[in-house]
């Protein structure tokens, strides 16, 4: 605990850093599982998903040290509740990666069309990279904290904000179409086959979800 109090003692983001990078860790371990399931190796893909699963309980210890250590008596350049609540969004990014490698672990896939894996790969690699620029930004908060609010540091805040707001309607457009093409191929696929890839999609884009939320609250925590 004595650790994470020196670490918010030198700035409030650096507790918060330490997380992200588990949350990092996280979601690049689904990226590498998505890209085997893609390729049909189920063998590498489980091992992956697994890694997956105990990265984000990694995730969670660290966040509970965090909240147990954060006292009211520290004094902070932003307020303890502000932060305790980036956290709490932060985590749930590492969460829905975690729910997604959950989906892939379901069955091992049937004989899946290659545009459908195409598009739920694309959708994989746009949620993630939303998710990424989660921890770019939590890092560049701490410059900003760091520099006395200096502007150029403010300025590429915002572009990293805005860059994870510009992965959601990428998002919505290939969801659309991976349900177009889930019901066009229902002829050819079992109905649990749609209804697994249909979820593999929701939990991938609750992941972008997830990183516009955190993004968000770094946008409050500026303007405040």
């Known amino acids: 605990m004595q650790v994470w109090t020196k670490l918010f003692a030198k700035s409030p983001f650096k507790p918060l850093i330490k997380h992200a990078e588990v949350a990092l860790q996280t979601v690049e371990t689904l ?42 008596k520290l004094m902070m350049a932003v307020a303890r509740e502000d932060v305790l609540i980036y956290l709490h969004m932060q985590d749930k990014v590492a969460d829905a990666a975690e729910d997604t490698a959950k989906w892939l672990l379901v069955k091992e896939p049937g004989d899946i069309p290659e545009e459908i894996k195409e598009v739920i790969l694309q959708m994989g690699t746009e949620s993630i990279k939303a998710a990424k620029l989660v921890y770019g930004a939590i890092v560049q908060m701490d410059r900003v904290i760091e520099s006395g609010f200096a502007e150029k540091e403010i300025e590429r ?30 002829d050819k696929m079992d109905w649990s086959e749609g209804f697994y890839l249909l979820n593999i999609a929701r939990t991938l884009s609750n992941i972008s979800d997830k990183a516009k939320d955190a993004a968000e609250r770094i946008r409050l925590m500026m303007n405040k």
């Open 31 to 72: 990226e590498k599982a998505l890209q085997a399931w893609r390729e049909g190796n189920y063998e590498e893909m489980k091992k992956l998903a697994l890694e997956v699963d105990r990265l984000e309980d990694v995730a969670d210890r660290i966040k509970a040290e965090i909240r147990d250590s954060l006292s009211s």
């Open 157 to 186: 805040e915002y572009e990293i904000i805005h860059e994870i707001e510009g992965v959601e309607s990428k998002i919505d457009g290939l969801d659309t179409e991976l349900m177009r093409l889930v019901f066009q191929n229902a």
